[in-house]
Nanobody, 126 residues
Framework: QVQLVESGGGSVQAGGSLRLSCAAS????????MAWFRQAPGKEREVVAA????????YYDDSAKGRFTISRDNDKNTVYLQMNSLKPEDTAMYYC???????????????????WGQGTQVTVSS
């Protein structure tokens, strides 16, 4: 099973930026769907963005379009989430997830992901 370790969270003011990293190990497939999810207190976990490590195709939730950018560095087995123009409503625990297949049309489905990181906290103050 893939091991995932997130980093890069922190506290910023509204309008600021953060870059999250997800370092993966124990890859056993040629391609993975790597995704970022987030969960705020009292709310359900929601998908933010995903990337297929094989072809680099990216997917975004509407809340992330235009502000967040997901990318991958296959040499480093690392996926990034660059978050700009942060808003207080972006405050949440952010999780990295992996599925040993390309993302495809069901890129947003959390139940397909069988590897999860421990999460990194992002707090945006107004």
């Amino acid at each position: 099973q893939v091991q995932l370790v997130e980093s890069g969270g922190g506290s910023v003011q509204a309008g600021g930026s953060l870059r999250l990293s997800c370092a993966a190990s124990n890859y056993s497939s040629n391609t993975y769907c790597m995704a970022w999810f987030r969960q705020a207190p009292g709310k359900e976990r929601e998908v933010v963005a995903a990337v297929s490590t094989g072809d680099g195709r990216t997917y975004y939730d509407d809340s992330a379009k235009g502000r967040f950018t997901i990318s991958r560095d296959n040499d480093k087995n690392t996926v990034y989430l660059q978050m700009n123009s942060l808003k207080p409503e972006d405050t949440a625990m952010y999780y990295c997830a992996a599925d040993a297949d390309r993302c495809g049309v069901f890129w947003y489905n959390e139940y397909r992901f069988n590897s999860w990181g421990q999460g990194t906290q992002v707090t945006v103050s107004s």
